[in-house]
């Protein structure tokens, strides 16, 4: 059954043209969550395709004008978000995307029976996820780690704590997306120096192998001039200290 959405207004690319009825609320944009009937029980579940730790991820669809329809993934969270909180999440989405954060394209929407949901792009093929979630500890390739310092330094430009959980590996192929929000949204903003001090942090896990200053380096070519003196200062100290 479709349900009419209400949904935040939200910064995206021009150039994302395909989605630009996702920036104004539109009563004709309606969501569906996919079903799948259950071989034991009969019932009609919807179709889940990951989970995380604040909630799980359906199969859903969202219904444009035009008669578009985008296959979409689906968060719902375990707990209701009230309006201030999926504000907040909101405000993450379109911050991070502003200071360059290779996030997917997604949103908030207040869907009648759910509550607050995100909405994102779908990696999905053949039945399955291609996301492996929550298993960016186990980052094995070089170029995934370096991709992962960059993208949470660009998440600290921002001025939120870039939480490890941001990051999500694919399952089949190289790289890494940044799509998970909760851990952001929930520690919100901090000084530079904190922010600086958790890179730090993460360089030490990343650049494991004797390549921390290849790793160090990523992240100074991706910060701005204060989160760089920030990191130059704190490199500096760890070397005194030694």
Same mark, same amino acid.
């Given at each position: 059954?479709?349900?009419?959405?209400?949904?935040?207004? #939200?910064?995206? %690319?021009? @150039? =994302?043209?395909?989605?630009?009825?996702?920036?104004k %609320?539109?009563?004709?944009?309606?969501?569906?969550?996919?079903?799948?009937?259950?071989p034991?029980?009969? &019932?009609?579940?919807?179709?889940?395709?990951?989970?995380?730790?604040?909630?799980?991820?359906?199969?859903? &669809?969202?219904?444009?004008?035009?008669? @578009?329809? *985008?296959?979409?993934?689906?968060?719902v #969270?375990?707990?209701?978000?009230?309006?201030?909180?999926?504000?907040? $999440?909101? *405000?993450?989405?379109?911050?991070?995307?502003?200071?360059?954060?290779?996030?997917?394209?997604?949103?908030?929407?207040?869907? %009648?029976?759910?509550?607050?949901?995100?909405?994102?792009?779908?990696f999905f093929?053949?039945? *399955?996820?291609?996301?492996?979630?929550?298993?960016?500890?186990k980052?094995n390739?070089?170029?995934? =780690?370096?991709?992962?310092?960059?993208?949470?330094?660009?998440?600290?430009?921002?001025?939120? $704590?870039?939480? $490890?959980?941001?990051?999500?590996? #694919? *399952?089949? =192929?190289?790289?890494?997306?940044?799509?998970?929000?909760?851990?952001?949204?929930r520690?919100?903003?901090?000084?530079?120096?904190?922010?600086?001090?958790?890179?730090?942090?993460?360089?030490?896990?990343?650049?494991? @192998?004797?390549?921390?200053?290849?790793f160090?380096?990523?992240?100074?070519?991706?910060?701005?001039?204060?989160?760089?003196?920030?990191?130059?200062?704190i490199?500096?100290?760890?070397?005194?200290? &030694?």
């Amino acid at each position: 059954m479709a349900h009419k959405a209400k949904q935040f207004g #939200f910064s995206m %690319p021009e @150039k =994302r043209a395909e989605w630009e009825q996702w920036k104004k %609320p539109n009563p004709k944009t309606t969501l569906t969550l996919t079903s799948e009937k259950d071989p034991v029980s009969g &019932r009609l579940p919807y179709r889940r395709i990951g989970g995380f730790g604040y909630g799980n991820v359906y199969l859903g &669809r969202l219904h444009l004008e035009g008669d @578009k329809v *985008k296959r979409v993934a689906v968060k719902v #969270f375990d707990n209701a978000l009230s309006d201030q909180t999926a504000a907040k $999440y909101q *405000k993450v989405i379109e911050d991070l995307s502003k200071a360059g954060v290779r996030l997917p394209k997604m949103a908030m929407y207040k869907h %009648p029976k759910h509550g607050w949901v995100q909405v994102s792009q779908l990696f999905f093929s053949k039945g *399955k996820s291609k996301i492996v979630n929550k298993s960016n500890m186990k980052l094995n390739c070089h170029k995934d =780690r370096i991709e992962a310092i960059r993208e949470l330094t660009k998440c600290a430009n921002a001025g939120y $704590y870039p939480a $490890y959980d941001l990051v999500e590996p #694919f *399952k089949d =192929r190289q790289g890494v997306i940044p799509m998970d929000l909760d851990e952001i949204v929930r520690l919100g903003k901090f000084d530079t120096r904190t922010l600086g001090l958790q890179l730090d942090d993460h360089i030490a896990w990343l650049g494991k @192998k004797g390549r921390k200053q290849e790793f160090f380096q990523a992240a100074l070519e991706t910060a701005n001039p204060e989160l760089q003196q920030e990191l130059q200062r704190i490199r500096k100290e760890n070397i005194e200290t &030694r």
